[in-house]
């Protein structure tokens, strides 16, 4: 409830999917967990459907099904409750590939280029070790997770924390499945970001929204083993009392954050300084506080970061236009179309400068 890594799916109006299709999925298992008939068994299957139509992340649950029967159920005798939920769940992964292609057309549409394909080897241990590290210290929190190159050291330890989780995960599975389950829990819940197709962002707070849960739980089982192993039970409820106050403090700050745009894009200044989405948002905050330069500025390193990026192109002819530079505007009006032709805002653009400048060619026959 306060831990600042999920106020992204909480506070942003557009990230609400997630917390929302997190609700429909725990209320469908704990249905599940619980059902005494067909009616409720029908019922769960239909929370699922709804987590569905919430969010396509969902698609991963029956697997957090089968896991659940594998390590604490009744796998042999309950594998046919799971059928429905993986039919529904296997015709919804084939709607989703069907709409790759729109996916990578709107990105590259967007923000210029084809998204670039991604390394599992590299992508997986980052983002893995990257959620871990937010949750235990969450201090890099930010909107647009850019800074994701690490050097060759870095990137070993990140392997080697990895390849520990991992081991920690089949470890328990002999040892004690419950934590089995909600380590499991954790990696299966991140299981669509982790593709390599490139059409998402390699970390994102919202994305961990409902996996939190699985790190939170045995953190907690952590806390009271130790308790019960020094033999003094107090220790529990205090410890857990003073990460959650300083966690309580962080999702106050992180809150402020997102007060509004502008003091979310200068959150995000301290965090992605490589994020050419930040910088394009920096150059409108700039241009609205009257800065045309800084204005300027950020559009021009938005470009540099991203040499196809139509909208920082578009912007940036907006800052020179302001300034009465009508003909580089122009030329970056007319740059923007080449990379996003259905960008009519620079047409409009191009055609006012032109009215303007008394421009006006007669047709032919008038």
């Not at 309950?78 to 709409?99: A, E, M």
């Not at 989780?165 to 829990?185: D, E, P």
């Not at 961990?208 to 009271?224: D, H, P, Q, R, S």
Request: aromatic fraction near 18%; charge should be positive; glycine fraction near 6%.
């Amino acid at each position: 409830a306060v831990h600042p890594i999920l106020t992204e799916g909480v506070t942003w109006i557009s990230g609400g999917g997630y917390s929302l299709y997190t609700f429909f999925l725990l209320a469908s298992f704990f249905v599940y967990l619980h059902w005494q008939s067909k009616k409720y068994f029908v019922f769960s299957v239909f929370l699922f459907y709804l987590s569905l139509l919430s969010s396509e992340k969902a698609i991963v649950f029956p697997l957090i099904l089968f896991v659940y029967e594998l390590a604490l159920g009744n796998l042999k005798t309950n594998w046919r409750r799971l059928i429905p939920f993986f039919c529904l769940s296997f015709f919804w992964t084939v709607y989703l590939l069907g709409l790759i292609g729109t996916r990578i057309s709107d990105l590259q549409t967007s923000y210029g280029g084809a998204p670039e394909r991604l390394n599992p080897l590299l992508q997986i241990p980052i983002a893995v070790t990257s959620y871990l590290q937010l949750i235990f210290w969450p201090d890099g929190l930010t909107l647009y997770h850019s800074e994701m190159f690490f050097g060759q050291t870095e990137y070993l330890i990140r392997l080697g924390v990895f390849l520990l989780f991992i081991t920690g995960i089949i470890f328990s599975f002999f040892k004690n499945r419950v934590v089995f389950f909600w380590l499991a829990f954790f990696l299966i819940s991140l299981l669509p970001t982790l593709t390599p197709l490139g059409i998402s962002w390699i970390v994102a707070e919202r994305y961990v929204y409902l996996g939190t849960i699985g790190i939170i739980v045995v953190f907690a089982m952590l806390i009271k083993k130790v308790a019960i192993l020094v033999k003094k039970d107090d220790v529990f409820g205090e410890t857990l009392a003073v990460v959650i106050l300083f966690l309580a403090i962080r999702t106050i700050a992180r809150n402020a954050d997102w007060t509004n745009e502008d003091t979310l894009w200068l959150s995000a200044a301290r965090t992605s300084p490589s994020s050419s989405q930040n910088h394009n948002n920096l150059g409108d905050y700039y241009g609205r506080q009257g800065d045309l330069k800084r204005s300027a500025e950020e559009f021009q390193m938005a470009i540099k970061l991203n040499p196809q990026y139509a909208d920082a192109y578009h912007n940036l002819g907006n800052a020179y236009r302001d300034m009465g530079n009508l003909d580089p505007a122009i030329e970056n009006y007319q740059k923007a179309l080449t990379f996003n032709p259905n960008l009519w805002q620079s047409y409009y653009n191009i055609a006012a400068i032109y009215y303007y400048q008394k421009n006006i060619p007669k047709p032919k026959n008038f």
